[in-house]
Each structure stands twice: as C-alpha cells, then as structure tokens.
C-alpha cells in the first residue's frame, strides 16, 4: 500500500517533507498564499487555515 495523499489537522505525517494546504475548487480557483509547512516523520499537522482545506505533500 502507497501513502496517503490528504491529511487533516492532527494527522500525524508519514515522511519528512514539505506540505501545502489544498482545499475545495482548488483546481479551478487556486488558493491565494496557501500555508506551507516543513514536517519530520510523525509530526502532526497544524491547523489550516479554513475548515475545507486539507493538507498535500508538495512535489519532489
């Protein structure tokens, strides 16, 4: 089984690396400065920055 690709606030993250909040009609309208965070194996996810975002590793 692959990683998941949407986590929620609390989630706790399955590798290091850099994720980027993703949320509702975000392929059509774009997210305007959407929250970046820097996490390590197991660290949880912060809050976003509204209740209908998730967070999403960025590309390598």
Not at 27 to 48: A, E, S, W, Y
Request: charged share 30%; net charge positive.
């Amino acid at each position: 089984m692959g990683e998941g690709t949407m986590f929620t606030p609390g989630d706790k993250a399955p590798n290091d690396g850099t994720y980027i909040e993703d949320g509702v009609n975000s392929f059509h309208m774009g997210i305007q400065n959407p929250k970046k965070v820097r996490l390590n194996k197991g660290d949880r996810f912060p809050q976003t920055t509204n209740h209908e975002r998730i967070w999403r590793r960025m590309d390598h």
